[in-house]
């Protein structure tokens, strides 16, 4: 079956580090992408992992690990903007390369 | 460039009437989805696009949902009745590339 997951809820510090871990069992897989997801919006993408391995954009970094279906996503520098729903997604090109995502974790974040 | 733009942005109907959701993706985007999102819940994939054919709607509940996409572009998702278990918020998303999809800003759908 397809699973996809991830904590409910995580709460951080301004200025402090955050790590929010995904783990996934699908069919296939090509590529897990995180997206981040402020209340009544749309998603936004983040960063996408197709190769094991760190991927840095900034702030945010993201690591994946296809032998052990592990990925996290590390926020540094938290700032109360951060504040919103992280959503891992698995593409599985034996379910016709849809993207499959888990509940998502909302972080919140304080001063 | 335009991002990919949905309407109406709120809909509030009473159950059993129907109800249409619009979405035009980003110009030159061949895929085209459409996911429904639960309150603290991920998108679900309900149907997604290839040009105008519909290449996996196994998760859309055909005995209420349709959708259509005539010319390859655009696309209206309808429910037919709605029923209160609908209320969701409905998004649609298009991809041209491996970078994962561009979300609409969504409908968010009340159901009373």
């Known amino acids: 079956g397809q699973n996809i997951d991830q904590p409910t809820e995580m709460t951080a510090t301004e200025g402090a580090i955050v790590q929010i871990n995904c783990t996934y069992q699908?069919?296939?897989?090509?590529?897990l992408f995180w997206y981040q997801q402020h209340a009544g919006e749309a998603p936004t993408f983040l960063s996408y992992?197709?190769?094991?391995g760190l991927e840095e954009k900034g702030r945010f970094s993201s690591f994946l690990s296809r032998s052990k279906g592990y990925s996290y996503l590390l926020l540094k520098e938290l700032q109360m903007k951060d504040s919103a729903s992280y959503l891992c997604a698995v593409r599985d090109p034996n379910q016709g390369g849809k993207l499959i995502f888990g509940q998502g974790t909302e972080l919140s974040v304080k001063p | 460039e335009a991002g990919v733009v949905q309407s109406p942005r709120y809909k509030i109907i009473e159950k059993k009437q129907p109800v249409a959701f619009w979405c035009n993706p980003i110009?030159?985007?061949?895929?085209l989805y459409w996911y429904r999102q639960n309150l603290g819940q991920g998108p679900e994939l309900l149907i997604r696009y290839e040009n105008e054919e519909a290449v996996d709607d196994s998760q859309l509940p055909k005995d209420r949902f349709s959708a259509e996409r005539l010319k390859g572009v655009d696309s209206t998702l309808k429910i037919q009745p709605a029923e209160l278990g609908d209320s969701a918020v409905y998004l649609c998303a298009s991809s041209g590339n491996n970078y994962g999809y561009t979300f609409g800003s969504g409908t968010r759908l009340t159901v009373v």
């Open positions: 110009s030159g985007h061949n895929t």
């Open positions: 992992n197709v190769l094991d």
């Open positions: 699908t069919s296939g897989f090509n590529g």
